[in-house]
C-alpha cells in the first residue's frame, strides 16, 4: 500500500450509516473513498469496477445481501472487509474470526477509527496470502451456514432475548420494523418484512400480505372475501388479510383446496 492511498467503498443500504462513514474518513488523507453503493448490485459493480482495497460492506441490503456480495466476486479480486451491521443473528464469531473487522451498528467514532487502525495495519503489511486465505474461509462459512433461523436475537430494554421463530404467529411490517405477535408480547425488530422473510423457513413462513407473514402452523381458516381476497383466521382468533397475489405461495404450502 506504499505511496498510494487506500481505496474505499462503502456498501450500506441506509444513508445514514454511509454518510457517518463518509464523515469520519473526509479528514483521513490515507484512504479515498471511490464509491457508495445503496444494495447488493451496486456493490457488485463497484468492486469489480474499482478494486477497492477496503470495503465496507452491510450484511442485510437489497438485491444481494452481504454474503451475497461475496460470493459474487472472484476471491483474488477481493478487498479487505469491514462488516456493518445490526443484527447480532449473523454468525458475528464467524466475522470475528475470518473478516478483517466487523462494526456491530450503532457503533461510535472510536470504534469505527479502531477498525480503520487495524485495517491500516493490515495493508501495510501486504499479508496477501494470508488475507486470500481468510476471505476463502469466510466465504465457505457463508456457504455453509444454515440457510434459514431457527430463533431470532432480539434487543430490548437493555437486554437481548432469543425468540425462537416456532413461537412467530405472525409478523407485521412498520416501515423499517417489524412486529413478532407470539399471542403474549409482541417484540419489535429494526428488520424490514423483506429481510425477515429473507431469513424464515418457506415451509413454515408465508407472506400474505405486503405487509404480513403468516406461521402457516397457526391457520385455522380461510374464509372467502371480495375480489379474491381470503380472510385468514388463525387458531387465537387473529384475523388477517389474504391478498390475491399471495394467495397461490400459501396454496402451495396449504394445498389446494378440494
Same mark, same amino acid.
Given at each position: 500500500m506504499?505511496?498510494r492511498?487506500?481505496? $474505499?467503498?462503502?456498501? !450500506?443500504?441506509?444513508?445514514?450509516a454511509?454518510?457517518?462513514?463518509?464523515?469520519?474518513?473526509k479528514?483521513?488523507?490515507? &484512504?479515498? @473513498?471511490v464509491?457508495?453503493?445503496?444494495?447488493?448490485?451496486?456493490a457488485? /459493480?463497484?468492486i469489480?469496477?474499482q478494486?477497492?482495497?477496503?470495503?465496507?460492506?452491510?450484511?442485510?441490503?437489497? +438485491?444481494?445481501?452481504?454474503?451475497?456480495?461475496l460470493q /459474487? &466476486?472472484?476471491?483474488?479480486?477481493?478487498? %479487505?472487509?469491514?462488516f456493518?451491521?445490526?443484527?447480532? *443473528?449473523?454468525?458475528?464469531?464467524?466475522?470475528?474470526?475470518? $473478516?478483517?473487522?466487523?462494526?456491530?451498528?450503532?457503533?461510535?467514532?472510536?470504534?469505527? +477509527?479502531?477498525?480503520?487502525?487495524?485495517?491500516?495495519?493490515?495493508?501495510?503489511?501486504?499479508?496477501?496470502? !494470508?488475507?486470500?486465505?481468510?476471505?476463502? $474461509?469466510?466465504?465457505? /462459512?457463508?456457504?455453509?451456514r444454515?440457510?434459514?433461523?431457527?430463533?431470532?436475537? &432480539?434487543?430490548?430494554?437493555?437486554?437481548?432475548?432469543?425468540? /425462537? =421463530?416456532?413461537? &412467530?404467529?405472525?409478523? %407485521?411490517?412498520? !416501515?423499517?420494523?417489524?412486529?413478532?405477535?407470539?399471542?403474549?408480547t409482541?417484540p419489535? @425488530?429494526? *428488520?424490514t418484512?423483506?429481510?425477515?422473510? $429473507?431469513q424464515?423457513?418457506?415451509?413454515?413462513?408465508?407472506?400474505i400480505?405486503?405487509? =404480513?407473514?403468516?406461521?402457516?402452523?397457526?391457520?385455522?381458516?380461510?374464509?372467502?372475501?371480495?375480489?379474491?381476497e381470503h380472510?385468514?383466521?388463525?387458531e387465537?382468533?387473529?384475523?388477517l388479510?389474504?391478498?390475491?397475489?399471495?394467495?397461490?405461495?400459501?396454496?402451495e404450502v396449504?394445498g389446494?383446496?378440494?
Open positions: 506504499k505511496g492511498r487506500i481505496r $474505499a467503498v462503502i456498501a !450500506d443500504d441506509e444513508a445514514l454511509r454518510k457517518f462513514i463518509r464523515r469520519v474518513l479528514d483521513d488523507h490515507e &484512504i479515498e @473513498v464509491a457508495e453503493c445503496a444494495n447488493g448490485k451496486e457488485v /459493480s463497484a469489480k469496477k478494486k477497492p482495497d477496503l470495503l465496507f460492506l452491510d450484511v442485510q441490503m437489497p +438485491e444481494l445481501d452481504g454474503f451475497a456480495v /459474487s &466476486i472472484a476471491a483474488e479480486r477481493l478487498p %479487505e472487509i469491514i456493518t451491521t445490526a443484527y447480532e *443473528q449473523y454468525a458475528i464469531r464467524a466475522f470475528e474470526l475470518h $473478516a478483517l473487522d466487523y462494526l456491530l451498528k450503532p457503533f461510535d467514532q472510536a470504534r469505527f +477509527e479502531d477498525a480503520i487502525k487495524h485495517a491500516k495495519e493490515r495493508l501495510r503489511a501486504e499479508r496477501e496470502e !494470508d488475507g486470500r486465505l481468510q476471505i476463502d $474461509a469466510l466465504i465457505e /462459512s457463508f456457504k455453509n444454515p440457510q434459514y433461523v431457527d430463533r431470532l436475537v &432480539i434487543k430490548a430494554g437493555g437486554r437481548i432475548n432469543f425468540l /425462537s =421463530t416456532n413461537e &412467530i404467529n405472525w409478523i %407485521e411490517a412498520d !416501515d423499517k420494523y417489524v412486529h413478532l405477535h407470539t399471542g403474549e409482541n419489535m @425488530v429494526r *428488520q418484512l423483506n429481510a425477515m422473510e $429473507a424464515l423457513d418457506p415451509r413454515k413462513f408465508r407472506r400480505h405486503r405487509s =404480513t407473514i403468516v406461521n402457516v402452523a397457526r391457520i385455522k381458516e380461510l374464509q372467502p372475501m371480495f375480489n379474491g380472510c385468514v383466521l388463525l387465537d382468533g387473529t384475523k388479510t389474504l391478498s390475491r397475489n399471495y394467495k397461490e405461495k400459501l396454496f396449504l389446494k383446496p378440494l
